[in-house]
């Protein structure tokens, strides 16, 4: 089973940028990918989601800002994050799952990262 690392996060004030890696123990060719966070006494939610052609998906309150890629070479997935708010504040969590579609919902996700902090200072 894959194994997911996440990295990246950290203190950034409103409006600034950050990246986020998520490394992976085998090749994701055949996996989709995602990110979902979770703020502190919070559900976790959807941010985005790639599969292995490119095709993504972004959460509706954060298209433009947020953008989803993928490096099957590296067995890299990545977030970037723009123009970030307070309101992203959460633990930004990796995922995969080998099933079609990219799916929005935590529990279609069969493989879990530990999470990253991202926290976005007033």
């Known amino acids: 089973q894959v194994q997911l690392v996440e990295s990246g996060g950290g203190l950034v004030q409103a409006g600034g940028s950050l990246r986020l890696s998520c490394a992976a123990s085998?090749?994701?060719?055949?996996?989709?990918m995602g990110w979902f966070r979770q703020a502190l006494g919070k559900d976790r939610e959807f941010v985005a989601a790639?599969?292995?052609?490119?095709?993504?998906t972004v959460s509706d309150s954060m298209k433009g800002r947020f953008t989803i890629s993928r490096d099957n070479v590296k067995s890299t997935l990545y977030l970037q994050m723009n123009s970030l708010k307070p309101e992203d504040t959460a633990v930004y969590f990796c995922?995969?799952?080998?099933?079609?579609?990219?799916?929005?919902?935590?529990?279609?996700?069969?493989?879990w990262g530990q999470g990253t902090q991202v926290t976005v200072s007033s």
């Open positions: 085998e090749r994701i060719l055949a996996y989709v």
């Open positions: 995922a995969a799952k080998r099933s079609l579609g990219l799916n929005s919902f935590s529990s279609d996700y069969n493989y």
């Open positions: 790639i599969n292995w052609a490119g095709d993504s």
